[in-house]
């Protein structure tokens, strides 16, 4: 974990600008190891608040230990901060400086104090309509490789840490969603 380096900032070209509700200076970047979903282990990248920073090592830390996959751990700023695109690539993110899904108001990703974890396996759902639409295939919760359920390990590490999870809301449920908030 450490502050953003400028090669990190120029990277970040499109998940923040000026107006963001948080400053580069309060954002970490931070590289944890975790399992792929063939065995393989990698390096993945995440921006956080300095806040949820030692936290967040500690969660991927469990989840390694536990063994749960995780497909991609990139920037969102690797698919031009274009939600809908990381989603559609599986990719477990947090910065990114937008609003919420359907509203104007700050999403908790803005502040980065909201982790998705593997989207396709645990996608957003409202209804009939189900982001990423590969989530589909996911939207019934049987148990799977990546896909999170009520009290797994995922749960249990987030909420040792002091995050809530969106498969527990009523609608939408958005279950590759934790945040310090609950929101």
């Not at 947090?94 to 593997?118: L, M, P, Q």
Request: contains cysteine.
């Amino acid at each position: 974990m450490s502050a953003l380096t400028p090669e990190v900032v120029a990277r970040m070209s499109a998940s923040w600008r000026p107006g963001c509700p948080v400053p580069l200076e309060d954002l970490r970047y931070v590289t944890v190891t975790h399992h792929g979903f063939d065995g393989e282990v990698l390096q993945g990248e995440l921006v956080v608040h300095a806040d949820v920073a030692d936290g967040i090592v500690e969660v991927f830390r469990a989840l390694f230990d536990a063994g749960y996959p995780i497909r991609s751990m990139r920037l969102v700023d690797d698919f031009g901060a274009d939600d809908d695109a990381s989603m559609a690539a599986d990719n477990t993110s947090a910065f990114n400086c937008r609003a919420i899904t359907g509203g104007t108001a700050w999403s908790e990703h803005a502040y980065g104090k909201a982790i998705d974890v593997n989207p396709v396996e645990n996608p957003y759902v409202v209804g009939r309509h189900v982001a990423p639409p590969a989530g589909r295939a996911f939207a019934s919760r049987t148990p799977a490789p990546g896909v999170i359920v009520a009290d797994d390990a995922v749960v249990r590490a987030f909420a040792a840490a002091g995050w809530q999870w969106g498969g527990y809301w009523d609608s939408p449920v958005d279950y590759q969603h934790f945040s310090v908030s609950g929101r």
